[in-house]
């Protein structure tokens, strides 16, 4: 599986972006899908996923009602709508993707097979 990770850049505090995730070489719709990111001097956290098939939506709670994950599957394409952006969402975006983890993993990066190369979004104040 490769993934394609794009949409990033710089915004004022309160505006908004969409990164997208271009997926290829499986079945998008056999794929769990997330969002990560880190922050500079900082560890890699969750953001939000989709679970395959019951299409549950995931997130972390940090950005819950902020941010909302979706996918196309004619596109293969996932999406992170991010919206009333904070200076502390300013981090490097990764997409990833995994065929079979539990739900208990679905937050855990070490649970993800594939990743995307990253997108930067910078948040000024």
């Known amino acids: 599986v490769q993934l394609q990770a794009s949409g990033g850049g710089s915004v004022q505090a309160g505006g908004s972006l969409r990164l997208s995730c271009a997926a290829s070489?499986?079945?998008?719709?056999?794929?769990?899908k997330a969002w990560f990111r880190q922050a500079p001097g900082k560890e890699r956290e969750f953001v939000a996923a989709?679970?395959?098939?019951?299409?549950?939506?995931y997130y972390a709670d940090s950005v819950k009602g902020r941010f909302t994950i979706s996918g196309d599957s004619v596109k293969n394409t996932l999406y992170l709508q991010m919206d009333s952006l904070k200076p502390e969402d300013t981090a490097v975006y990764y997409c990833?993707?995994?065929?079979?983890?539990?739900?208990?993993?679905?937050?855990?990066?070490?649970?993800?097979?594939?990743w995307g190369q990253g997108t930067l979004v910078t948040v000024s104040s």
């Open positions: 990833a993707a995994d065929e079979a983890l539990i739900t208990s993993s679905i937050s855990l990066g070490s649970a993800y097979d594939y």
């Open positions: 989709i679970r395959r098939g019951s299409g549950y939506l």
């Open positions: 070489g499986r079945a998008y719709r056999l794929l769990n």
